[in-house]
């Protein structure tokens, strides 16, 4: 075989400034043109701009570029209610309008299902979306330290590991959205202020700030942080490699929310829906569309807590709830018992594992609902298939993944019945839907 020899491809375009038109938005909301016969994305354009803008990379296959100045304004560009929108990694939409940002992330959903399941009509009912400010009930911040030892408390900067100094974070709860800098402060008063690696804010029953550190503080630096939460609306526990606990040393209590009618118990560490709102209408929409009876038996697969189940368990015959982590299968397990709900059990699996010899998975099973990480189900959606489940409700947090499992669902006689964009995510390009199938 002669192997000819390629030359690699010109890069001439790199520092250049140009103008140009932006199309659309790609599945990453960035703006999408072209140059030289070559895709370009550009960070922060929106479709129908005329923007200047200077390329940044340049790839064999495509182009990025950022954006200098915007020519012509696309209608739904508005301007960012947060200062640090420009320099910050936590949001990427807060230029486009809430309509916008919806229009988009359907329209990722559509070119997704399209793509990998080959349905270009889908069955959209009406968006789940609640107030898009303030509402994110739980956030890692990070802290770094600058050439002077200064703490830097805030988030990613966009594209990069370093930290950006925030004052104010928009989408945070209200009770920590303007705390940055009292805590930037507080960590530069430390003696043992590098030990402080990043903190955590939970507004829950008990509003809790979690220091993480990975050396010991000292008693002084200790005394320091029992005098700044003096006045303040919220509990500060301390984190380290082997225990969460309170400042005093006892171990730090449970917190817990509501959610129909039932009180989910949780510990700093666990997954909980960062919206808490839209997992009330998303939970409330997912008991309706599972048309729940009496004599239903569910499996709830990646359940966590048991955020779907205890409300699924108080309109049905059993629930079985399965999860990956034994701590939170324990809580879960729990949470139904101070609920008064003797009709679930909760399980430990690896659902992403190949050996799905699962022994609750059985034919007694009528009605499942999933809700797995970003990486999808594709071991239990096969599973699925085998057991000929009737009624499938997913929930998702990653289309591209949803669509890939839907169809193989589709493939095997499963007709897509409903589908709902819900906006747990406002102001960021990340995407939340619920799909429910239907065995035909
Ligand atoms: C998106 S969360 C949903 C949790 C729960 N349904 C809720 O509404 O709070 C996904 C859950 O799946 C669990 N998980 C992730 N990968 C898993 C796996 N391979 N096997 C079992 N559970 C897994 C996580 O620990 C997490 O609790």
Redesign the pocket.
């Known amino acids: 075989m002669v192997n000819f020899f390629k030359p690699a491809a010109k890069k001439n375009n790199l520092h250049q400034t140009v103008t140009i038109d932006i199309q659309r938005l790609d599945i990453n909301g960035d703006g999408v043109s072209r140059l030289n016969k070559k895709p370009l994305f550009v960070n922060g354009a929106l479709p129908d701009e005329t923007v200047a803008v200077k390329i940044i990379e340049e790839k064999s296959k495509y182009l990025r570029a950022k954006v200098l100045n915007v020519i012509t304004p696309s209608s739904q560009r508005v301007t960012p209610q947060c200062k640090h929108f420009y320099q910050c990694g936590g949001c990427d939409l807060q230029h486009l309008s809430e309509a916008g940002q919806l229009q988009f992330k359907q329209a990722k959903v559509a070119e997704l299902f399209a793509r990998n399941a080959n349905l270009t009509e889908l069955p959209w009912t009406d968006t789940l979306a609640t107030d898009p400010w303030y509402y994110r009930r739980k956030a890692r911040i990070g802290v770094q330290y600058n050439k002077l030892n200064e703490a830097i408390v805030g988030f990613r900067r966009k594209n990069s590991n370093v930290l950006t100094q925030v004052s104010h974070c928009v989408i945070l709860a209200e009770q920590f959205a303007q705390e940055f800098t009292a805590f930037t402060n507080i960590i530069n008063s430390l003696k043992t202020k590098k030990a402080i690696s990043h903190i955590e804010v939970i507004a829950a029953d008990i509003a809790t700030v979690i220091f993480r550190h990975i050396r010991p503080l000292t008693k002084h630096d200790t005394q320091l942080l029992e005098n700044f939460c003096k006045n303040k609306t919220y509990q500060l526990v301390l984190q380290d490699e082997s225990s969460v606990r309170l400042l005093n040393g006892e171990p730090s209590p449970l917190l817990s929310y509501q959610i129909a009618g039932c009180n989910?118990q949780f510990s700093e560490t666990?997954?909980?829906?960062i919206n808490a709102k839209l997992?009330e209408q998303?939970?409330e929409q997912a008991c309706q569309w599972l048309q729940l009876e009496k004599t239903d038996n569910v499996l709830?697969?990646?359940?966590?807590?048991?955020?779907?189940?205890l409300p699924i368990a108080k309109q049905v015959n059993s629930v079985v709830?399965?999860?990956?982590?034994d701590s939170?299968v324990a809580r879960a397990t729990n949470n139904s018992l101070h609920n008064n709900l003797n009709n679930s059990q909760f399980f430990?699996?690896?659902?992403?594992?190949e050996d799905t010899s699962w022994p609750w998975f059985n034919n007694d099973i009528n009605k499942i609902?999933?809700?797995?990480?970003r990486?999808g189900a594709l071991q239990v959606v096969t599973k699925i298939i085998e057991f000929n489940v009737p009624t499938v409700l997913y929930?998702s947090?990653d289309p591209a993944t949803m669509s890939r499992d839907a169809k193989v669902l589709i493939d095997h006689g499963y007709k897509l019945e409903k589908l709902a964009l819900m906006d747990m995510f406002a102001q960021t390009r990340h995407v939340e839907t619920m799909a429910l199938f239907k065995l035909i």
Do not use: K, R
Not at 270 to 273: G, K, L, P, S, T
Not at 321 to 325: L, Q
Not at 348 to 353: F, I, M, P, Y
């Open positions: 989910i666990d997954f909980v829906q997992n998303m939970v709830d697969l990646f359940c966590g807590l048991g955020n779907f189940s709830g399965v999860e990956g982590i939170m430990q699996a690896d659902l992403n594992s609902i999933l809700d797995p990480a990486a929930i947090c």
